[in-house]
C-alpha cells in the first residue's frame, strides 16, 4: 500500500537557518503529493502540492520538488522565520483513486530568534 | 478561497453523554467529507468517509455505532460520538472535497474533545 515517511523531529533551527524536511513515498501510481502545515491547537492547511514529477510546489517561501526517480518531495526554505514553528505533514494521494490522501507521521519546527 | 468550519472548537463533556461535532464547508459544496482523529504529537488517522445522502465509509477499527455520520446536505457532515468515554478525548479534524476536485482536500480547524 501506500505510504509516506518523513523524517523525525523536533527540528530546532535559529531565525533565518535554512530549512529542509525530508520525505519519501511509495505508490502504486502516480500520485499527487502534498505539504500541509499545522499549527498549534489549529487543523491542517493546504501549504503547497505537485501533481507530476518534477514540478515544484512553492509558498510562503516553502518550495518542494516531486522527484520520482528518488520517490521524494522535500521541503525546503531558505531563511525560516519564527512564525513557521509548526508541524509539517508530508502526504499523497493517487490520482484516480479515492482521493483519501495518505499522511506521514509529520514533523515538528521549532524556530527560535 | 475555499472554507471549511467546525463547531465546536473545543468541548468539555461528562463519560456517558454524547456529543455532536459540525463540519461546513461555507463557500462551496462537498459531496465528500472526511473525518479524522489526531492523537498529540501523531499524524491524522482517518476514521470515515461521510458522503452526501448515503452511509458512511469507516475505516478498519472504527466503531460505525459509537461515531455516527451524517453527511445531511452538500455543505454539512456531523460526527457524534456516542456515550463518550475519557478515551475518546483526541482531536477531531474533517475535511471536505469541493464537488468534481476529488484530489483537493480543505481541512476544518478541528475540535477538541476532552471527557471527563
Known amino acids: 500500500g501506500d505510504s509516506v515517511t518523513q523524517m523525525e523531529g523536533p527540528v530546532t533551527l535559529s531565525e533565518e537557518a535554512f530549512l529542509t524536511i525530508n520525505c519519501t513515498y511509495t505508490a502504486t501510481g502516480y500520485p499527487s503529493l502534498f505539504w500541509y502545515v499545522q499549527y498549534p491547537g489549529e487543523g491542517l492547511q493546504l501549504l503547497l502540492k505537485a501533481t507530476k514529477a518534477d514540478d515544484k510546489g512553492s509558498n510562503k517561501g516553502f518550495e518542494a520538488t516531486y522527484r520520482k526517480e528518488t520517490t521524494s518531495f522535500h521541503l525546503e526554505k531558505g531563511s525560516v522565520q519564527v512564525s513557521d514553528s509548526a508541524v509539517y505533514f508530508c502526504a499523497l494521494s493517487e490520482t484516480g483513486g479515492s482521493y483519501i490522501p495518505t499522511f506521514g507521521r509529520g514533523t515538528s519546527l521549532i524556530v527560535h530568534p | 478561497g475555499a472554507v471549511v468550519s467546525q463547531h465546536p472548537s473545543w468541548v468539555i463533556c461528562k463519560s456517558g453523554t454524547s456529543v455532536k461535532i459540525e463540519c461546513r464547508s461555507l463557500?462551496?459544496?462537498?459531496?465528500?467529507m472526511f473525518w479524522y482523529r489526531q492523537f498529540p504529537k501523531q499524524s491524522l488517522m482517518l476514521m470515515a468517509t461521510?458522503?452526501?445522502?448515503?452511509?458512511?465509509?469507516?475505516e478498519q477499527g472504527v466503531e460505525k455505532d459509537k461515531f455516527l455520520i451524517n453527511h445531511a446536505s452538500l455543505t454539512l457532515s456531523t460526527l457524534t460520538v456516542t456515550s463518550a468515554h475519557p478515551e475518546d478525548s483526541s482531536f477531531y479534524i474533517c475535511s471536505a472535497s469541493p464537488t468534481g476536485l476529488g484530489e483537493t482536500q480543505y481541512f476544518g480547524p478541528g475540535t477538541r474533545l476532552l471527557v471527563l
Open positions: 461521510s458522503n452526501e445522502g448515503s452511509k458512511a465509509t469507516y
Open positions: 463557500d462551496f459544496q462537498a459531496t465528500t
